[in-house]
């Protein structure tokens, strides 16, 4: 949140009468001062949004995510800025996936899995993550999680320490995720940071976020520039998983680089396209 940014003194008088007496508290609790203020703005804040968010400007802040967000549970992979016309008119003509169970299955914003499709042979990979709880997040189809485990041994036999970030995303889940963000702040702007439910890669329990054990730019671009992102880069094709989202292929892909998001495909194809340096949509346009 950039809150801290605004100054407290220079917040205006809204005009709005709904969101006066929020203002009011504002006045006097920033007499505190110090420390207090950001409590306060976040009041302020609080209060107008129970208001019904009669103020965009005070309301945007707190509800609407970055679109260079990062690919975490709350934000999923962001799409490339600037293609929201084109993937507006995309939506009408998604075609949905015959072969969802496929390991190369192709999910992106023209490709959607089924509705309510749910991966059948789901586990918890034996590797750590970010956080204990098995939960859904945590799953993954068995394949990809036996290649995941394999993955995760080679990276620690070269002194790299990996940790999962997020696997599985239910239909269902994104499908309430992308509501909420539509919700505030529209359609049209939810689906230029938000996959449509059935278009993210996540539904179909082959894709995982990785980060260093560390958790330190867990799914952010500084991620980029850390060893166990060079380490994926070249070795992850080996068990069967690609870099998704490869940088400079962000017109075909339709997302932004993303180090952090790999992909299981088996090693026959992450291998062909680490070679050739292809996206999976490129490799299966040549097939
Ligand atoms: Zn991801």
Redesign the pocket.
């Known amino acids: 949140m950039k809150i801290d940014a605004q100054p407290i003194g220079k917040i205006k008088a809204p005009k709005s009468p709904y969101v006066y007496p929020g203002y009011a508290s504002l006045i006097i609790f920033s007499k505190a001062g110090g420390t207090m203020n950001k409590t306060i703005v976040s009041l302020f804040m609080a209060v107008t949004v129970l208001l019904g968010g009669c103020t965009k400007n005070t309301a945007e802040p707190i509800l609407t995510p970055s679109a260079s967000s990062p ?1 975490t549970d709350a934000s ?2 962001s799409p490339v800025p600037g293609t929201a016309t084109q993937m507006k008119s995309d939506a009408a003509g998604v075609q949905t996936v015959k072969d969802p169970d496929s390991t190369t299955v192709l999910v992106n914003k023209h490709f959607a899995l089924p509705a309510d499709y749910k991966p059948k042979d789901m586990v918890f990979p034996d590797v750590p993550f970010l956080f204990k709880e098995k939960i859904e997040k945590r799953e993954m189809r068995q394949e990809a999680a036996h290649a995941l485990e394999a993955l995760f041994a080679a990276a620690k036999q070269d002194g790299i320490r990996l940790a999962g970030v ?1 696997a599985y995303r239910s239909f269902t889940t994104q499908k309430v995720l992308f509501a909420h963000y539509a919700e505030q702040s529209g359609k049209a702007n939810a689906i230029t940071y938000s996959a449509a439910p059935g278009t993210s ?2 539904e179909t329990g082959l ?3 990785l980060s260093g054990s560390d958790g330190k730019c867990a ?1 952010q671009d500084c991620f980029a520039d850390t060893k166990e992102a060079a380490w994926l880069a070249a070795n992850a094709p080996a068990y069967g998983y690609i870099i998704r989202y490869p940088k400079g292929k962000e017109s075909i892909t339709g997302y932004q680089y ?1 180090p ?2 790999i992909r299981y495909v088996g090693t026959k194809v992450s291998k062909e396209i680490a070679s050739k340096g292809l996206t999976l949509e490129e490799y299966l346009k040549q097939e």
């Open positions: 690919d999923i992979d997020s890669e996540h894709a995982i976020d799914a993303e952090w998001h």
